[in-house]
C-alpha cells in the first residue's frame, strides 16, 4: 500500500507500507492491504506503520482523518509528534 502523511504545514512521510494502525473515533483499527474503501475521522492517541521492510514508525496525533481507495492511504493529522 501506498501511504500520504499530512500535517497543515508539512508532509511527514510518504512511501510503501504493509500496515497502519490508527485511533478511531471509536476505538483503534488496523488498515491492511486490499482493505475496503473507507473515510473515518481519527481521535487522540498512537499510529503505528509498518514500513515495507518491516521497519516500524510510531507518532501520536490529537485528531485527524483517514482516506483509503484501491491501496492508496492519505492520513490528515492535526497535533503531530514523534
Known sequence: MQI???????????????????????????????HAPLVSALGSGQVRLIKKGGERMTFSIEKGFIEVLRNNVSLLVQGFSE
Open 4 to 34: 500520504t502523511v499530512l500535517t497543515p504545514d508539512k508532509e511527514v512521510f510518504e512511501g510503501t507500507i504493509s500496515s497502519v494502525k490508527v485511533p478511531g473515533i471509536g476505538g483503534q483499527f488496523e488498515i491492511l492491504s486490499n
